[in-house]
């Protein structure tokens, strides 16, 4: 079942040999299960785990894992974080590693304290689209973006080289060690005991809003009378995908956003980025 709305602002104008345009679109889609053949529908596999369960009465596509409170700093802090009784929520961990939330309060971590950790269905979706004309210059711009989307960044696991394979290049300065406490990655592990990077967590979701140039062009046409009113000549530039404003550390919060199929939106599996293209054109016509 889904639900929505969409807004079109459009506004035209002109100021003597001035022309000029601005139009917005806003949008938003609401969805919810509304009965499953079982109890639930998992999808987008990940380290032997799930990382999309469909619910009855949620909404579609949630990312579900656990949820982590931030990385242990010293063995003190792994050592004081005990169940009401004092036994060790996490007893194979070190410090650099995460540490996982106790949802239930039952003093062990496991598939039961799993949650829903993000929505890969944005918000809001806006669209941008300006143009102008001045005598015989041409402009438009196209912009587009979501707010408010989840992604689960699958990157982010490339990172551990669990296994002994190559890692992603600046892997050293982001990841924990004892000369870099604080960093944004946990610590490095060849069989990745914490299961820091193995475990479908909330370490892995980003925020995957983004506001992006789709297309920007300027164009001429000559005057008639320089080819004796026989010919209209057009000369114009262009550039797809200028720039993308986003808090997003993957290559592309768009194709991203996308994943694999429907069922699997928002998983970035290192999909394409889109290209940023630059374009010359002539147009001609008798």
Partial sequence: KATGWELGINWNDHVSDFTYGIGVNLSQVRNKAVKLNGDYIWT???SGDWIVRNAAGESLSQFYGYQTDGIFQNETEVKSYTDEHGTALQPNAQPGDLRFVDRNHDGVIDSNDKTNIGNPFPD??????????YKGFDFVANFYGTF?????????????????QNVYAGTYDKTWRADNKGAEFPRLSANDSNMNYKRVSDFFVEDGSYFRCKLLQI????????????LNLRLSF???NLFTITGYSGADPETASMGKS?????????GYPNPRTFLFGVNMSF
């Fill in 44 to 46: 987008g596999g990940f």
């Fill in 124 to 133: 809001l979706m806006m669209g941008v689209n300006l143009n102008a004309a």
């Fill in 148 to 164: 408010g989307n989840d992604i689960y960044n699958l990157n982010r696991g490339r990172y551990a080289g669990t296994g002994g």
């Fill in 219 to 230: 164009g001429y046409t000559l005057p008639k009378e320089w080819f004796s009113n026989k």
């Fill in 238 to 240: 262009s550039a797809q």
């Fill in 262 to 270: 429907v069922t699997e939106a928002g998983i970035d599996y290192s």
